[in-house]
């Protein structure tokens, strides 16, 4: 089992749909809600010896009072306080017959039921806490402790919130007395069963968290979602999200990639990327030739973006001898904490470097980027080498290296989801491995602007003699704020730029912009530092199948606000009511942009 959970779940359900490449495998959030439910419980509880006896004596044939005592020994005031119970119970009835003479003891259905299991039932009202998905509608066996509250889920901004099926508030309709009685503690449910349901109170300030699986089409590239849930395949969670159009509503997209890598062209065994999902959805043969074996034997293969963090995961586990990870950013989301620490530890004994760039942070964490030049100074072989170019993106442990399109230190905690196929190569040879090592990290040394803490022997004069890199090999303490300020760049970073420029805007502001990029749901405008969305359903009054029929990429547009969400840093527009507001009498306009390059064409 991997330390994380979501290349785990990455490689479970890589294949569960097939025709569909998995991109990545996300922490998100499930709505829940917490209900206190009126339910009315027939509570068993086990008979006293003499009611038992007296409903086996009645079950025998045995009908009056006096035969009754005589057949249990028992006194009057014993032999009385039985029948009452039963009576009460509803058990028995004792009255007299219609023609007349002695009363008769005579047993009803549900005392020749309870004569049978040796139980007494009785109807009784309560209340039972529900945890209730909001998301596919249904009753679970979710505890109230596993949840998070909504403004701890708000509160982590690499975790996606699912959005629930409706807002309606849940009713008693809505229950179903077999999925309450399923959330019954087992020792319980024997003892108790559910009558009906009288009213319904709910909380929804509740989250469950899942693991949301996105995939895209071979063919259309269009983007499919799927749900892991405790470590399971959610169907019914899929099917949801498919039906409320999630895609849409979580501003999802695919894009192609960036900056593709350069292949590999040494020789050996390869496996292409039809080959490896073919022998990976196959599963392994333990009787013959497996699947395993062939991936591990041969020397280079395709890379899928689902297998790039179990790798990161593997490379911390079980270099001896080395470690390089390359990244152009670092984000806290990845390089956190706890594993910084994994790193520092593993670094006591194998030389470890971390190579990122190029100078300008912007797309990086200060939080982590401190925590790692912490660690590096503390450690004897832990390197953070920035540099003054985009670095390429590789993993080389001991005996593999992997090249690919995938940013290893900042693959999740980017707030725009989009994804892309960053899909890479594997070569498990040692002396390509041994080269290629030797062959980046000169290179990276080459053009090293900074180094914290201490390269390897052999790499320290290229860093030193040969660059402008500034060295800082001392042990630092961990660092205070004192030292964070120090090292904070004057200039406000990018992430303050965007924060900044939120801060300005406000819902029912007018605004111009250009079309940044167009998606099947709406288009994106960029505002200065920040992009807003203008949804498809706010294009204009008629219905639009597809936003190139209203703009086009570079065109400049003017849009009403109707959203600014700081948190999340998402700016929702409106093209319509812009339209609407101008074509009101003596309303001014917005102002125009700087430097507009096109002007949206009336349609």
């Given at each position: 089992m991997s330390?994380d959970?979501?290349?785990?779940a990455?490689?479970?359900?890589?294949h569960?749909?097939?025709?569909h490449t998995?991109?990545?495998?996300?922490?998100?959030?499930?709505p829940?809600?917490?209900?206190?439910?009126?339910v009315?419980?027939?509570?068993?509880e086990?008979?006293?010896?003499?009611?038992?006896y007296?409903?086996r004596?009645?079950?025998?044939?045995?009908d009056?009072?006096?035969d009754?005592?005589?057949f249990?020994?028992?006194?009057?005031?014993?032999?009385?306080?039985a029948?009452?119970?039963?009576?009460l119970?509803?058990?028995?009835?004792?009255q007299?017959?219609?023609?007349?003479g002695?009363?008769?003891?005579q047993?009803?259905?549900?005392?020749?039921?309870?004569?049978?299991?040796?139980?007494?039932?009785?109807?009784?009202?309560?209340?039972?806490?529900?945890?209730?998905d909001?998301?596919t509608?249904?009753?679970?066996d979710?505890?109230?402790n596993s949840?998070?509250r909504?403004s701890q889920?708000?509160?982590d901004?690499?975790?996606l919130l699912?959005?629930?099926a409706?807002?309606?508030p849940?009713?008693a309709?809505d229950l179903?007395?077999a999925?309450l009685?399923?959330?019954l503690?087992?020792?319980?449910?024997?003892?108790?069963r559910?009558?009906?349901?009288?009213?319904?109170t709910?909380?929804?300030?509740f989250?469950?968290?899942?693991?949301?699986?996105?995939?895209?089409?071979d063919?259309?590239?269009?983007?499919r979602?799927g749900?892991?849930v405790?470590?399971?395949?959610s169907?019914?969670?899929t099917?949801?999200?498919?039906?409320?159009?999630?895609?849409?509503r979580?501003?999802?997209?695919?894009?192609?990639?960036?900056?593709?890598?350069?292949p590999?062209?040494?020789?050996?065994?390869?496996l292409?990327?039809?080959?490896?999902?073919?022998?990976?959805?196959?599963?392994?043969?333990?009787?013959?030739?497996?699947?395993?074996?062939?991936?591990?034997?041969?020397a280079?293969?395709?890379?899928?973006?689902?297998?790039?963090?179990?790798?990161l995961?593997?490379?911390?586990?079980t270099?001896?001898?080395?470690?390089?990870?390359?990244?152009?950013?670092?984000?806290?989301?990845v390089?956190?904490?706890p594993?910084?620490?994994?790193?520092?530890k593993?670094?006591?004994?194998?030389?470890?470097t971390?190579?990122?760039?190029?100078?300008?942070?912007?797309?990086?964490d200060?939080e982590?980027?401190?925590?790692?030049?912490?660690?590096?100074?503390?450690?004897?072989?832990?390197?953070?080498?920035?540099v003054a170019?985009?670095?390429a993106?590789?993993?080389?442990?001991?005996?593999y290296?992997i090249?690919?399109?995938f940013?290893?230190?900042?693959?999740?905690?980017?707030?725009?989801r989009i994804y892309?196929?960053?899909?890479?190569?594997?070569?498990?040879?040692?002396?390509l491995?041994d080269?290629?090592y030797?062959?980046y990290?000169t290179e990276?040394?080459?053009?090293?602007?900074?180094v914290?803490?201490?390269?390897?022997?052999?790499?320290?004069?290229?860093a030193g003699?040969?660059?402008?890199?500034?060295?800082?090999?001392?042990?630092l303490a961990p660092?205070?704020e004192i030292?964070?300020e120090?090292?904070?760049?004057?200039a406000?970073?990018?992430a303050?730029?965007?924060r900044?420029a939120?801060?300005?805007l406000?819902?029912?502001?007018?605004?111009?912009?250009?079309?940044k990029?167009?998606?099947?749901?709406?288009?994106?405008?960029?505002?200065?530092?920040?992009d807003?969305l203008?949804?498809?359903?706010?294009?204009?009054?008629?219905?639009?199948?597809?936003?190139s029929?209203?703009?086009?990429?570079?065109?400049?547009?003017?849009?009403?606000?109707?959203?600014?969400?700081?948190a999340r840093?998402?700016?929702?527009?409106s093209?319509?009511?812009?339209?609407?507001?101008?074509?009101?009498?003596?309303?001014?306009?917005?102002?125009?942009?700087?430097?507009?390059?096109?002007?949206?064409?009336?349609?």
């Amino acid at each position: 089992m991997s330390r994380d959970i979501f290349a785990d779940a990455a490689r479970r359900h890589a294949h569960a749909l097939p025709g569909h490449t998995l991109l990545a495998a996300e922490p998100c959030a499930i709505p829940a809600s917490v209900l206190t439910v009126d339910v009315l419980v027939e509570q068993s509880e086990d008979l006293e010896a003499s009611q038992k006896y007296t409903l086996r004596a009645l079950l025998g044939g045995i009908d009056t009072v006096e035969d009754l005592q005589l057949f249990l020994g028992l006194n009057d005031g014993d032999t009385g306080r039985a029948v009452a119970g039963l009576l009460l119970a509803e058990y028995i009835t004792y009255q007299p017959p219609a023609d007349g003479g002695l009363r008769r003891l005579q047993l009803l259905p549900a005392g020749q039921e309870a004569a049978r299991d040796a139980q007494l039932r009785r109807p009784m009202p309560t209340t039972m806490p529900v945890v209730y998905d909001r998301l596919t509608g249904t009753v679970t066996d979710w505890r109230r402790n596993s949840l998070r509250r909504s403004s701890q889920a708000k509160a982590d901004p690499g975790r996606l919130l699912l959005p629930p099926a409706n807002s309606m508030p849940v009713r008693a309709v809505d229950l179903s007395l077999a999925a309450l009685t399923s959330t019954l503690d087992p020792r319980s449910r024997d003892g108790a069963r559910l009558l009906g349901i009288s009213g319904v109170t709910e909380n929804r300030n509740f989250y469950h968290d899942a693991i949301l699986l996105v995939f895209t089409d071979d063919e259309t590239r269009q983007i499919r979602l799927g749900v892991d849930v405790d470590g399971k395949w959610s169907e019914p969670h899929t099917a949801a999200l498919e039906s409320i159009g999630a895609v849409e509503r979580l501003r999802l997209s695919a894009a192609p990639v960036e900056h593709p890598h350069a292949p590999v062209t040494d020789p050996g065994e390869r496996l292409s990327k039809a080959e490896v999902l073919a022998l990976q959805a196959g599963g392994d043969d333990p009787d013959g030739d497996g699947a395993d074996a062939r991936l591990n034997r041969a020397a280079i293969r395709w890379l899928g973006v689902y297998e790039h963090p179990a790798w990161l995961d593997a490379a911390l586990a079980t270099s001896r001898r080395r470690l390089l990870i390359s990244s152009p950013q670092i984000r806290t989301a990845v390089a956190s904490r706890p594993w910084i620490r994994a790193l520092e530890k593993l670094s006591r004994t194998v030389d470890v470097t971390i190579v990122w760039g190029p100078g300008d942070n912007d797309q990086s964490d200060q939080e982590a980027l401190d925590a790692l030049h912490a660690a590096a100074g503390r450690a004897n072989r832990l390197a953070v080498v920035r540099v003054a170019t985009t670095p390429a993106k590789m993993l080389i442990s001991d005996s593999y290296y992997i090249t690919t399109n995938f940013n290893w230190l900042s693959f999740r905690g980017e707030p725009s989801r989009i994804y892309r196929p960053d899909d890479g190569e594997l070569v498990q040879d040692h002396a390509l491995t041994d080269r290629a090592y030797d062959t980046y990290l000169t290179e990276a040394c080459a053009h090293a602007v900074e180094v914290v803490g201490t390269l390897p022997a052999k790499y320290r004069a290229e860093a030193g003699h040969d660059s402008d890199a500034t060295q800082t090999n001392q042990h630092l303490a961990p660092s205070s704020e004192i030292e964070r300020e120090a090292r904070r760049p004057t200039a406000p970073s990018k992430a303050e730029r965007r924060r900044a420029a939120l801060s300005k805007l406000a819902a029912g502001q007018t605004i111009a912009g250009p079309v940044k990029s167009l998606t099947p749901f709406g288009a994106f405008v960029t505002l200065g530092e920040i992009d807003g969305l203008i949804h498809i359903s706010q294009m204009a009054d008629h219905r639009v199948e597809h936003p190139s029929e209203v703009v086009n990429v570079g065109e400049t547009v003017t849009v009403q606000i109707l959203d600014v969400d700081i948190a999340r840093e998402r700016v929702s527009l409106s093209l319509k009511a812009a339209t609407s507001a101008s074509s009101e009498p003596g309303r001014p306009g917005p102002e125009p942009p700087a430097s507009p390059s096109k002007t949206r064409r009336s349609r």
